[in-house]
């Protein structure tokens, strides 16, 4: 799954500033992210393990192994010591893999010790600024009266978006034309020059865009309204009270790793995301934190693989 956030006018230098000097002593820990550098998960490691490393006065290495739908990654910490000195970064695609490939070299639910989830990143459903569509109702109408005519643009296939798109479809009982992008940011380009009928994307993604008024959101994603767009209401509240889809990153180790490490580590996670400016950094690029750990995560983590079992069996969706 590729996340890719926009971060304007904010570098990663200014995002973590200098190193601590706490974490400059004791046992390195490196942090592998699937993703290539500067997108969510990468901003996500760098930020909040650079404080968790200064909780545990370790140094912190963050490892970018991006490629094979993060297979690559996932499998390289799979295979790691596991002592708690290599960590995964993971997101959706960690579950969603195990559905829509023939087969997978680790067990999403046995070959990882869960340490913490770490910030949820809701999704938008967003329509030109010029469209006669006003809000989630006019959208599902419009489906309704043109089957397979209102198109849906996400980055994929396979990926986050696109599955909480066939989500849509199947909650909602309409039948969208979905039309697959590389990136949000051209799946967002394609909405601006009316290309396509509308997007499911970041947040992140469109904020400027919703600024001004070049896109209108009709919908979000998540349970609840998201503190930066309050009069958005969620497609829960506009009827279809079973609908939830959002991004989510979360810390893993190796199956085996000590239950005293995983517990230091998910103290450390979990005070770094409690750090005001932490915090409010995470939040002004669409991520927000959670903080559930352990046997919180781990029960995440199940819940999703079965959730998305049920999602992508009946889309009939697989990448090999």
Known sequence: MKIVTRIAGLTLAVILGAAPAAAQSGKSVKIVVPFPPGGSADVLARLVGQEAARVTGQNLVVENKPGGGTVIATDYVARSPADGGTLLIMANSFVINAHVRTSLPYNPLTSFAPICLLVDSPQLLVVNGKSPLRSFQDYVAAARAKPGQVSIATVGPATTQHIAAELLKQTANIDLLYVAYPGGAPAVTALLGEH???????????????????????????????????????????????????????????????????????????????????????ISVGLYPIGACQADFAAHIRTQYDEYAKVIGAAKIKVD
């Not at 400027?208 to 829960?236: F, N, W």
């Not at 989510?248 to 103290?267: C, D, H, K, Y």
């Not at 005070?271 to 915090?279: C, Y």
């Open 196 to 282: 396509v009928d509308s997007v499911l994307g970041n947040h992140s993604e469109v904020a400027e865009h919703l600024t001004s008024g070049a896109l209108r959101a009709l919908a979000a994603t998540s349970h609840d309204r998201l503190p930066a767009l309050p009069d958005v209401p969620t497609i829960a509240e506009a009827g279809f009270k079973d609908y939830q889809a959002s991004a989510w990153f979360g810390m893993v180790a190796p199956a085996g790793t000590p239950p005293e490490t995983i517990s230091r580590l998910a103290a450390a996670f979990k005070q770094a995301l409690a750090v005001p400016e932490i915090k409010a950094k995470l």
